[in-house]
């Protein structure tokens, strides 16, 4: 059984949203997915292109940096356990995060730590 399903989003902070958000649907026909503001106050715009979403960040959350990326699985309490197992650093603890769409109703998020402190958020 395999815990990881597949790379859910890749995530880039951006000076610019909507310049930003404009020149990926413009050059590369990504078409609106979903729009949130974070409790904190942080706008992110979700484009989607097939079954790729991109993740703009409408400015730097001092908790992420200016670069993540996610995978998506069907065991998040068992992906989680196994990489505390393996002593994979934890960055964020599990939380609730927003449905993009039906299906994700009642999904966590969490942030790993690769080996050069890249971010690794899981979904599920």
């Not at 992110?44 to 400015?59: C, Q």
């Not at 959350?61 to 998040?76: K, L, N, S």
């Amino acid at each position: 059984m395999a815990i990881f399903k597949r790379i859910d989003h890749i995530a880039l902070h951006v000076k610019d949203l909507a310049a930003s958000t404009k020149f990926y649907k413009y050059h590369f026909g990504f078409k609106d997915f979903y729009e949130q503001v974070t409790p904190s106050g942080i706008q992110i715009s979700y484009l989607k292109l097939g079954d790729t979403i991109l993740e703009l960040v409408g400015r730097q959350d001092p908790t992420i940096g200016g670069f993540h990326w996610c995978m998506e699985t069907d065991d998040f309490d068992g992906a989680v356990s196994q990489l505390k197992q393996n002593q994979v650093d934890l960055f964020q603890p599990p939380h609730p995060t927003d449905a993009r769409e039906p299906r994700e109703k009642g999904w966590r998020r969490v942030v790993f730590l690769g080996p050069d402190g890249e971010q690794i958020e899981l979904r599920g």
